[in-house]
């Protein structure tokens, strides 16, 4: 069964650091992207980035670009997302999604699994 | 940036009944590379539809999936209690990023 497992809810004040994680299971890992998303309280869903776990290619959203840092790696079925200096607007829950192909040829796709989410909250 | 705009934002319907979920697109998708997610409160997204009318995995057959271009539609008929959710659509063929639409909240009437 394909399971991405995140880490725990997290508190931290502005100007920390923070890095959390996405374990993929039941699935050659690196084969397959893996996608960020950000739900902020009450609102929808925004398309953070991609990275392909094989060679930890990435591609980010302009809106998030040079705010977030996305990491893999492979040889522990592990994604990461991590900022170095946290924000109030940072708030918010995060999602890891595995898109559906097999391959880096491609990532014009779908999310077929999704992890169960990893709650930030920054505050001082 | 290419821009999904979901409508109605809140649809009140009663168990039993149809419901007609759009969103349209500023562009034309390609490929018809469009999705839909249902989520309810407290989890994560579950793919519904992709490729703008194909059902994922155990998906039940009163979801279905229409369109083409910059219109597309999901159709729910003889809506469940559990179908009370919010739903999304996202196009996953055009240009970076691969926007989602911002939500249909389907609720109980």
New interface residues.
């Given amino acids: 069964e394909v399971q991405l497992v995140q880490s725990g809810a997290e508190v931290k004040k502005p100007g920390e650091s923070l890095k959390i994680s996405c374990k993929g299971s039941g699935y050659n890992f690196g084969p397959y992207w893996i996608a960020w998303?950000r739900q902020m309280p009450g609102k929808?869903?925004?398309?953070?980035?991609i990275i392909y776990p094989g060679d930890s290619d990435t591609?980010y959203?302009?809106?998030f670009q040079g705010q977030v840092i996305m990491s893999a790696d492979k040889s522990f079925s592990t994604a990461y997302l991590q900022w170095n200096s946290l924000k109030a607007s940072d708030s918010a829950m995060y999602?890891c999604?595995r898109l559906?192909t097999y391959g880096s040829g491609t990532y014009?796709?779908?999310?077929?699994y999704?992890?169960?989410?990893t709650l930030v909250t920054v505050s001082s | 940036e290419f821009v999904l705009t979901q409508s109605p934002g809140t649809l009140s319907l009663s168990p039993g009944e149809r419901a007609t979920l759009s969103c349209r697109a500023s562009q034309s998708v390609s490929s018809n590379y469009l999705a839909w997610y249902q989520q309810k409160p407290g989890q994560a997204p579950r793919l519904l539809i992709y490729g703008a009318s194909s059902r994922a995995t155990g998906i039940p057959d009163r979801f279905s999936g229409s369109g083409s271009g910059t219109e597309y539609t999901l159709t729910i008929r003889r809506l469940e209690p559990e179908d009370f959710a919010v739903y999304y659509c996202q196009q996953y063929g055009s240009s970076l990023p691969y926007t989602f639409g911002q939500g249909t909240k389907l609720e109980i009437k």
């Fill in positions: 998303v929808g869903l925004e398309w953070m980035g591609r959203s302009p809106s999602f999604a559906a014009s796709d779908y999310f077929d999704w992890g169960q989410g």
